[in-house]
T-cell receptor, first 113, second 112 residues
Framework: GNSVTQMEGPVTLSEEAFLTINCTYT??????LFWYVQYPGEGLQLLLK?????DKGSNKGFEATYRKETTSFHLEKGSVQVSDSAVYFC????????????FGKGITLSVRP | ETGVTQSPTHLIKTRGQQVTLRCSSQ?????VSWYQQALGQGPQFIFQ???????GRGNFPPRFSGLQFPNYSSELNVNALELDDSALYLC???????????FGPGTRLLVL
């Protein structure tokens, strides 16, 4: 079956620090990969996505590269801000009968001023 | 262009009761998916509706059921509520069953 594994959290960083959040996956078929972000008390927002190997998704200074050889989609940001504090979910979908999303457990990021 | 909306935002029920949650999809989107997010966990897929037909179901019992209407809005119904049904219920819409999903703010259900 399909699964997503995220690094254990929570993660606490100082403002302007470099961020890496690891994500690896297993999938039957060829998945698309996503990062969603959830701010306190809110639903999920799509942060970025990549649909094929070696694609790089980017948005709001965040980047992630689809690495088929290592089945990974790690999220990075060069300089985090306090406003980046949220829960980050890695997810995949395999286009078939439906494109249901399979999520990781999520990781909480707290950024200190 | 309006995004995905859900109602109500919060709900408290007791064990054994029934609940209906509602979702309005983003303008132009014909596919709605429902997810359950337990506290501290990632969302779990419940089912998807595409053009008013169920188009896939996750590992949830039959007491979780749904509908999609001609305007593509959707309902999630849960019968015989259990304590473990307490969660955030998220609705997501997409242009078709193979496109990126956009989520609503969710309905937080508490079962006492």
């Amino acid at each position: 079956g399909n699964s997503v594994t995220q690094m254990e959290g929570p993660v606490t960083l100082s403002e302007e620090a470099f961020l890496t959040i690891n994500c690896t996956y297993t999938a039957t078929g060829y998945p698309s990969l996503f990062w969603y972000v959830q701010y306190p008390g809110e639903g999920l927002q799509l942060l970025l996505k990549a649909t094929k190997a070696d694609d790089k998704g980017s948005n709001k200074g965040f980047e992630a590269t689809y690495r088929k050889e290592t089945t990974s989609f790690h999220l990075e940001k060069g300089s985090v801000q306090v406003s980046d504090s949220a829960v980050y979910f890695c997810a995949l979908s395999v286009f078939g009968a439906n494109s249901k999303l399979t999520f990781g457990k999520g990781i909480t990021l707290s950024v200190r001023p | 262009e309006t995004g995905v909306t859900q109602s109500p935002t919060h709900l408290i029920k007791t064990r054994g009761q029934q609940v209906t949650l509602r979702c309005s999809s983003q303008s132009g989107h014909n596919t709605v998916s429902w997810y359950q997010q337990a506290l501290g966990q990632g969302p779990q897929f419940i089912f998807q509706y595409y053009r008013e037909e169920e188009n896939g179901r996750g590992n949830f019992p039959p007491r979780f059921s749904g509908l999609q209407f001609p305007n593509y809005s959707s309902e999630l119904n849960v019968n015989a509520l259990e304590l473990d049904d307490s969660a955030l219920y998220l609705c997501a819409s997409s242009l078709a069953d193979r496109e990126t999903q956009y989520f609503g703010p969710g309905t937080r259900l508490l079962v006492l």
